[in-house]
């Protein structure tokens, strides 16, 4: 019978997609079965790849101060969930931006992985394709600014990237009305019944 270890663990050993790699596999990626919110994101960068640790860069920076989050609450497993679209890092574009995620990595590990976290109250979709992949085509900003409708399950959010800085100064709805209602949000989701000690992995 399959287990929450032995699913990590197969994740941890994929290497379905190491021929396209330029750094090789190292899925990166945060859950647990207790979790309550869940970050579904891109994919990992290079500083993540070096470190292992999901969104540990200046866009994660920027993410949580999105949130009104500190480092322990982002990174408290017990709560947070953490899983991008592309587990590996994709390598660049020629223009030098950021791969898309590797085709087919979320239909193969989302569907194994998410039934294992049954207390997910609340799931932030952070960027293009992290939206594409749960609510299909769409654009990134109107879903954005109409959140409600997708509400009470999803949160879509921009990617947090240096580039969303001009975004954010040309739209300053999202900092007058978005965030206020996200951080209520995330701070009522992981603020309910104490979470009991769990199985969990921080890769």
């Not at 952070?126 to 769409?138: D, I, K, S």
């Not at 109107?142 to 240096?162: D, Q």
Request: charged share 20%; aromatic share 10%; with cysteine.
């Amino acid at each position: 019978m399959t287990t929450f270890a032995g699913v990590l663990a197969e994740v941890r050993a994929c290497t379905r997609c190491a021929a396209e790699l330029p750094l090789g596999p190292r899925p990166v990626f945060q859950i647990s079965q207790s979790a309550r919110l869940l970050i579904s994101s891109q994919a990992p960068g290079t500083k993540v790849h070096e470190t292992g640790i999901p969104f540990n860069d200046a866009s994660g920076d920027r993410l949580r101060s999105w949130l009104g989050f500190s480092r322990e609450e982002f990174y408290d497993a017990k709560r947070v969930a953490i899983l991008p679209v592309g587990l590996c890092y994709p390598g660049r574009l020629p223009n030098g931006g950021d791969a898309p995620p590797r085709p087919g990595c979320a239909a193969l590990w989302h569907p194994r992985l998410l039934p294992w976290m049954p207390e997910i109250r609340l799931t932030l979709l952070v960027g293009t394709y992290a939206q594409a992949f749960v609510l299909g085509p769409g654009r990134m900003e109107e879903r954005v600014r109409n959140f409600r409708r997708f509400l009470p399950k999803y949160f879509p959010l921009p990617h947090p990237s240096w580039r969303t800085t001009g975004w954010e100064r040309r739209n300053p709805w999202f900092a007058e009305e978005v965030l206020p209602s996200l951080r209520a949000m995330v701070r009522d989701v992981i603020s309910r019944d104490p979470v009991p000690a769990g199985l969990s992995l921080h890769r």
